[in-house]
């Protein structure tokens, strides 16, 4: 795949706030469920969510041994849908922070459910997806069971605890010894389930089958061959492997769990039972078991719809802003929101407060950009006086209820610089008032009790330097965009760039535009110094310029000068060039924002996650980044983060994938007592596999006759990932704190991570391995030496790994960070015949001699399968059940 030209993901403070579900004495509360807007109404949907939620919450109550069920959940409506008395309006929630989406595919024929995981073992999930037909479609329950009973009990173990799937799509079989016996098994759990190993062949609905051949090259089953569990098990185990057969009815444990299996969960969970990994969870340590055969709560639904958006910017304008050219600076960042990066037809509203706090603007609908415009005029210029944030806060509330009686779902902007003593006077009105705040700290004596505000209610958490040549404080304005789903009507950021440019001297730049972006389309320049623009000259793909004179400047705000294209924007690279002639050096930026080209086609989207917000030394922070087109991941990229300290240099770093082709992912060992700032650039990007995760269900039924699914239609690589060529795009993340660290100097405490996609395979009498470079500190910099260990017991290897036969590395040097390692080796002291396995893990050392965690545990198997294939003859002509297109 070609290498995208840029993409910038701008981490400013922490992102998209995770799952708010409380678990109260074994019950699920808070469980947010979310329609995508684009969907046309249609009330089954409800009706099939709380009928697959019910059904559901017993199973789970059984399946956890009558320790957890869902107790509250809450239901989005799309804003389009027609009101009905029983819906209530959204407070805190919003599409964006639900725990369960229903949305349409990412594939055609995809409607797999799947859950989106960044992390590791043990740590919760991103989001549920179900499509609509999932829901709809009664004829999919051959396919995977009851959508209620098995399916979302799935997903959400993925989901809240963090285990993985005990299939394995792309490893389906791996060589077992039994009685010291060599078989070809498939890889499941538990390994009791029975079955028979076939390969179908169909055309249109009529299907042959036969039994599996041995492939002579990878000793195991030839490509295509399925493992067909029998209907019919005494299994009960496992939810995580195949949840649609009928005797499954609980997690594997330690007494069922395959260890040998080439499974996901193995492989993240050390090899970990799926039931192991729940009862080490906050969940199970803070629950008991209910000493009863039911859950003892029915679930209940709350109906929440959505409605207009509701904006009240709330600014400080007290002595400090005085400072730093701050007042100038908040005028340019608010500026740019209003104009470019609130959604049309929100409703905004503007407040100032210093010691009081005084309405600027009423609230207004954004129907005509006369709107935003005449919304502009009302921002401040000047600053004085004391700091009352909950005067301000009040004010905003008064402001909103010129739309609404109440305050559920409206939001408020607060922006400060200083501290207040008298936060904790309103903590309690802000937490019960139903809006979102969403918190602008700005330079390094904003006050610390902000953040308490966003975290009671949902909202993001910014944190903006003064630093001369960040755009951090527009790059936060720009991230607070609406969490409706509505992605083609949201603002996407293309470009954040600055820089102190000397007199007479250039700031030179690309920015591209992408084929799904063009719309609303504005260039703006800003400068910190001058009252008059600097020279610019932008030109488009096709050799169009624009000049200083094409860009308006506002009488209002000399310090900004925007262009707005007209139409859609041609798609390619446009050239900026920015000559300083100033008198002296200034700051001089660039900020590009777009919006979808087209309905039809989703944009380019990025979205970012932090592991914690708030952290304790030495545990390090991780930052998780995807990018996708709708639910089309975006692959093949290099991410670059820059951590911008509250004080001190800013410190770059390249993300790199963990290994497995999941997700990007970088551990930051950055150590503040405060908020850090974060800036992502990427180079294309990887994305978190979206791929299939639900194999079709195959069915002994009677004597020897199968019942089957037809095969959905084979899907290419090219299908599954967007293929867009270069394109730009900036997001803005989030602000951490780390805590309890210690002053002055410390020492190296950060091992390298722990490799996670060891392989191993033989070639001829030789063993080769592969896996990605760790880091010095975790996946940061180079480890000095790698630690090889091989063994004929793959517990051996998990549990006593000192101690296993050790695998001579002198030549091995190892690679930079995200690197691809290969290393092949002849065996000492080991016979290589005939049903010869050997089990392979590696660690990797740094240069302070701290030592990664063990990885995970491979086998390379020397197995030369018979001619004849083990199962017994299968009937030719088979039962099919179409699947749905």
Known sequence: MRVFKSLVLL???????????????????DIVIAINPELPEDHNIIRNIQDMVK???????????????????????????????????????????ADVIVANPFLKYGDNPYTLQYGGCGEKGRYIHFTPNFLLNDTLYNIYGSRGTKVFVHEW???????????????????????????????????????????????????????????????LYEAGCKFVPEKTQNAP????????????????????????????????????????????????????????????????FSLLQTKDRVVCLVLDVSGSMDRYNRINRLYQAAEIFLLQIIEMDSWVGIVTFESTAQITCNLRQIVTENVRHDLTKCLPTSAGGGTNICAGVRKGFEVIKQKYSNLDGSEIVLLTVGEDSGMSNCLSEVKNSGSIIHTVAWGPNAAPELEQFSDMTG???????????????????????????????????????????????????????????????????????????PDILLRDPKGKEYRTSNFTVSDLNLRTAQLNIAGTAEVGDWLHWIQNNHTESQVISMIVTSRAASLAAPPVTVKAQMNKDTNNFPNPMVIYAEVSQGFLPVLGATVMATVEPQTGSAVELRLLDDGSGNLIITFLTFLSTHFVVCILECLCTLLPNLSLRHEQLFFFLGAGEIKMNAPRPETSNEEIQANLGSFNRVATGGSFVVKNVPSGGITDMFPPCKITDLEAEFEEDKIHLSWTAPGNDFDVGQADRYIIKMSESLLDLRNTFENATSVNTSSLVPKPAGTKESFQFKPENVTIENSTIIYFAIRAIDNASLTSEVSNVVQAAQFVPPKESLPDTLPTEVITNSVPK
């Open 237 to 300: 185990a496992s939810i995580m492997y195949m949840q649609s057969l009928p005797s499954v009815v609980e997690f594997c444990d330690q007494s069922t769990h395959n260890k040998k299996a080439t499974n996901m969960q193995n492989k993240m969970c050390n090899y970990k039972s799926t039931w192991e990994v729940i009862m080490n969870s906050t969940d199970f340590s803070n629950t008991s078991p209910i000493n009863s055969a039911s859950p003892p709560f029915e679930t209940s």
């Open 459 to 533: 909202g993001l958490k910014f944190y903006a330097t003064d630093t001369v040549d960040s755009n951090g404080l527009i790059d936060a304005f720009s991230g607070i965009s609406s969490g409706s789903g509505s992605i083609s009507e949201q603002p996407i950021q293309l470009e954040s760039t600055a820089q102190s440019v000397a007199v007479k001297q250039w700031m030179n730049g690309t920015v591209t535009v992408d084929s799904t972006v063009g719309k609303d389309t504005f260039f703006v320049v800003t400068w910190d110094r001058s009252t008059s623009p």
């Open 55 to 97: 059904e559901a919450s017993t199973y789970l109550f059984n399946a956890t041994k009558q320790r957890f069920f869902f107790k509250a959940v809450k239901i989005i409506i799309p804003l389009h849908w027609l009101p009905k008395p029983e819906y209530l309006s959204v407070k805190t929630e919003s599409y964006d922070k």
């Open 157 to 219: 173990a993925h989901l809240r605890w963090g285990v993985f799937d005990e299939y394995n799509n792309d490893a389906p079989f791996y060589v077992s010894v039994n009685s010291g016996k060599e078989t070809v098994e498939a890889t499941r759990c538990s390994a009791d389930i029975t079955g028979k190993y076939i390969v179908q062949s169909c055309t249109g609905n009529s299907c042959t089958t036969r039994e599996c051949e041995y492939d002579q090259q990878t000793k």
């Open 11 to 29: 981490f400013l403070v922490p992102v998209v706030k995770g799952s708010r579900v409380q678990l109260k004495n074994g019950g699920y509360e």
